[in-house]
């Protein structure tokens, strides 16, 4: 029975290290369409004044959604194109590895959510609006950071980007300039949309200066 879960597991790793250039490019569309979601998604949360805590997460919660949604369809299309099965054995490793950091992100937003007060004191403020993006940036860099063990470095990188960036505006505290609006979504445009757009854009081009030389 170890034997044989072994010789799977040893399976796995071999087919995730062969496959890395592929997830390569199949990852820069799915980046670009999580930029575009996430910088939309800022602008217009911006835009329609969305500051009341449980408001803000329940609409950051959707924009997730749809940016979920949007990467799975995306996955797909391209298991399709290459004629493998979506839910293959790495495929299985790396949403396992994405899996706790989400989960831990799930359950702090449940729980600042439902502990926010009716109406909204100014502490529920900072800990939905300001708190609670920048745990969102630190644990989505943990589940790519996990995710990208066996993919390319720029992964574990992109994953570092994310925690160091959410961890030092942290510790750098609320700018007296800052509103919460702007910076709330601030961060979350910038993070989940810009960065996220810069690093598909690089890699839909590395990946195209490979494919010429």
Not at 56 to 61: D, G, S, V
Not at 160 to 169: E, K, Q, R, T, V
Request: proline content about 6%; glycine content about 10%.
């Amino acid at each position: 029975m170890e034997s044989n879960w072994a010789a799977e597991h040893l399976q796995t790793i071999r087919t995730l290290m062969e496959r890395s250039a592929i997830y390569r490019r199949a990852l820069a569309p799915i980046m670009i369409f999580n930029g575009a979601v996430g910088s939309a998604g800022a602008l217009l949360g911006w835009g329609l004044k969305i500051e009341a805590p449980r408001a803000f997460i329940l609409y950051w919660a959707a924009i997730s959604i749809l940016a979920l949604v949007g990467s799975f369809l995306l996955v797909r299309r391209q298991a399709l194109r290459e004629s493998e099965p979506f839910w293959s054995p790495p495929t299985r490793r790396i949403t396992q590895a994405f899996l706790p950091p989400l989960a831990a992100g799930f359950i702090v937003s449940t729980v600042v959510f439902l502990d926010v007060a009716s109406p909204p004191q100014n502490l529920d403020y900072v800990l939905a609006m300001l708190f609670l993006p920048l745990s969102w940036v630190v644990l989505y860099g943990c589940a790519f950071h996990a995710a990208g063990f066996f993919m390319p470095r720029g992964m574990r990188l992109f994953g570092w980007a994310f925690i160091l960036g959410g961890c030092g505006l942290f510790a750098g505290g609320i700018p007296d300039w800052a509103g919460r609006l702007t910076y709330a979504h601030g961060i979350m445009g910038f993070f989940f949309g810009a960065l996220h757009l810069a690093y598909g854009v690089d890699l839909y081009f590395t990946e195209q200066r490979k494919n010429e030389t």
